[in-house]
């Protein structure tokens, strides 16, 4: 679950982005609604939290622009109490929900959750390639109905290669994907990710790692391969 918090406040993006993280999800916050917009139309989300007083563009005119440009991730609205017709016209203009002020990160979550289920039900709880099964929902790994013990980080990756087997992923488009912008482009995460993955399925299947779901691309990064 990759999740873009457009909030100026800090205190509240400091909870939000770290009751986020422990849920395993891999969050990118903006403090500024240029920046969130940008943020919000280039990147890949499975949901945007966004605030409504932002400094520069604000919320409800960033949710305007995404859906004008045809970017429908799931919105959850941050608004204030007696915020009422910006919720009003929030809803009107594409959001999917809306939290007033001040809230518990558990019930931000929920919400998320609720709205990645209902999106997902018309795309696919199950994503299965080969002998390899993920459940999105249960956020539950498989190999031959065999539980692989993965880690939330573990099965981010493995999600992402999993949605287009077969096509290569560089290291920069994997770490930005699962870990975030923020992360050094030079640390090998990735690389150590990667082989402990292949370790937990190898011992799975206790056959040797060679013949990996996961194949490496010389120079380039990795793919999912096609028939496991
Ligand atoms: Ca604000």
């Known amino acids: 679950m990759r999740v873009l918090l457009i909030e100026d406040e800090a205190k509240i993006a400091g909870f939000v982005c770290a009751g986020f993280k422990e849920q395993g999800f891999v969050v990118d916050h903006a403090a500024h609604g240029d920046t969130g917009f940008s943020m919000a139309s280039n990147g890949s989300y499975d949901a945007i939290v966004l605030d409504i007083m932002l400094p520069g563009r604000d919320g409800l005119s960033i949710l305007k622009g995404l859906r004008k440009l045809g970017n429908v991730t799931p919105v959850i609205l941050l608004t204030a109490r007696n915020e009422l017709d910006d919720r009003i016209l929030g809803l009107t203009l594409g959001a999917d929900d809306y939290l007033a002020k001040p809230f518990f990160v558990e019930e931000l979550i929920a919400r998320i959750l609720a709205l990645a289920r209902r999106v997902s039900g018309e795309?696919?709880?199950?994503?299965?390639?080969?002998?390899?099964?993920?459940?999105?929902?249960?956020?539950?790994?498989?190999?031959?109905?065999?539980?692989?013990?993965?880690?939330?980080?573990?099965?981010?990756?493995?999600?992402?290669?999993?949605?287009?087997?077969?096509?290569?992923?560089?290291?920069?488009?994997?770490?930005?994907?699962?870990?975030?912008?923020?992360?050094?482009?030079?640390?090998?995460?990735?690389?150590?990710?990667?082989?402990?993955?292949?370790?937990?399925?190898?011992?799975?299947?206790?056959?040797?790692?060679?013949?990996?779901?996961?194949?490496?691309?010389?120079?380039?990064?990795?793919?999912?391969?096609?028939?496991?």
Request: glycine share 6%.
């Open 123 to 228: 795309r696919q709880n199950i994503l299965a390639v080969g002998e390899l099964n993920l459940d999105r929902i249960s956020r539950v790994a498989t190999w031959r109905g065999e539980t692989v013990d993965l880690t939330s980080r573990e099965f981010n990756l493995i999600e992402y290669l999993m949605r287009a087997p077969g096509r290569v992923f560089t290291r920069t488009q994997i770490l930005e994907h699962v870990w975030g912008y923020d992360f050094d482009p030079s640390t090998n995460v990735v690389d150590v990710c990667i082989q402990r993955i292949r370790k937990k399925i190898a011992s799975i299947r206790q056959e040797a790692s060679g013949d990996s779901p996961i194949e490496s691309v010389r120079g380039v990064g990795y793919r999912f391969r096609k028939l496991a």
